[in-house]
């Protein structure tokens, strides 16, 4: 039950970034396509080579569930995405939780070390061939 409703949640991601692949761009400002990402194709999961996927993936609690204010570095670090990637795993479910970029008493005043988090994580999983599906 939880391997279907994790790939359900999988492809109902990976369904929402094809959705907005086209409204995406690099930090560079060049615009990204939905080939640049994981995506639909009817029901089919393909990935950026264009093959379909099979998702083999595990999730990362990151300690979200006590409403952190800063990331819990301790709870893992590029090792981890090695160690994943060397068992057979291919993607990551990533859980977020708003507290980590954004603090209720200063709405809409973003904290850079969530974001700092979030892209040291993704340079870890794709340098050991592996996605992440972010879940707030």
């Given at each position: 039950m939880r391997i279907m409703s994790f790939f359900c949640a999988a492809v109902m991601m990976f369904s929402a970034l094809s959705a907005f692949s086209a409204l995406s761009f690099t930090a560079a400002g060049e615009q990204l396509s939905q080939e640049d990402f994981v995506h639909t194709e009817g029901q089919a999961?393909?990935?950026?080579?264009?093959?379909?996927?099979?998702?083999?993936?595990?999730?990362?609690?990151?300690?979200?569930?006590?409403?952190?204010?800063?990331p819990n570095y301790s709870h893992h670090d590029e090792d981890t995405y090695r160690e994943l990637s060397e068992l057979g795993f291919n993607c990551v479910r990533f859980y977020l939780n708003y507290g980590l970029f954004e603090d209720d008493e200063k709405p809409y005043s973003y904290?850079?070390?969530?974001f700092q988090w979030l892209d040291r994580n993704v340079k870890w999983a794709k340098k050991n061939g592996m996605g992440i599906i972010f879940n707030m």
């Open positions: 999961v393909v990935g950026t080579d264009g093959r379909e996927l099979l998702i083999r993936g595990v999730s990362l609690g990151n300690s979200v569930y006590g409403n952190p204010k800063e904290k850079k070390e969530g």
